[in-house]
């Protein structure tokens, strides 16, 4: 009997974790155009003071700050759950689709048939590198840095036209050597991403044509 795919696995997780940071997806989202506009007040803030009135500056900055904590705090959590899970998919990717982490598994959780069943669709191992999946997540990830710009409410400066660049070159880099699972978790994750923004970006301009409707 053929084992199950083990991609599948790996595509189950990438939504399944997508889908239990959803909140903070949303939540990322409603505070983009927050952090743009503090950001902007802190510029004015240090045009306007630090020079003629340092003072001022500071105080002008501590109040700032103390507004907009809650934000901060919220964006120190999101950075932290991030990096658990990174971790959490290092462990995995690293020695988990192997089978060398079963000894770990609770006493009550049935022993899984060995061995796992590695080979993606019948033509990709997802235990070694994989040329095709690391362009495809590459493609995807400038795909997303484009749509983001397109989107964006601000208009676009040097840095984001070269982040539309660097991060797929960087992410492609990166992943050369992974694993063909790290790859197929990135690209269902950038895909997941993808639907994210087509929805959000749908619904926002439901809201405006009604609002101009009215």
Known sequence: MEHPDMGMAVIALSVTVRILM????????????????I???????K??????DPLRYQ?????LV?????????????LGIQIFIALMLWRVFSTGLKGHDLHL???WVPEPDLPFNLIFLKSIDLSKPSLQLNLLASLLL????????MFSPFEPTVNDRLMQIIVPVGVFLYLYRMPGGKKLFVITSSLFSLLMILIFEG????????????
């Open 22 to 37: 959803l909140p903070l997806t949303i939540k990322s989202r409603a505070t983009e155009e927050d952090k743009e506009r």
């Open 39 to 45: 950001g902007r007040l802190y510029t004015d803030l």
């Open 47 to 52: 045009r306007r003071f630090k020079s003629s």
């Open 59 to 63: 105080n002008e900055k501590s109040k």
């Open 66 to 78: 103390r507004r907009e904590k809650s934000m901060i705090r919220s964006e120190v959590i999101n």
């Open 105 to 107: 598994l609770y006493h």
């Open 142 to 149: 400038f795909i997303l840095e484009v749509l983001q710009v």
């Open 203 to 214: 619904w926002d301009l439901m809201v405006a044509i009604r609002e101009q409707e009215v």
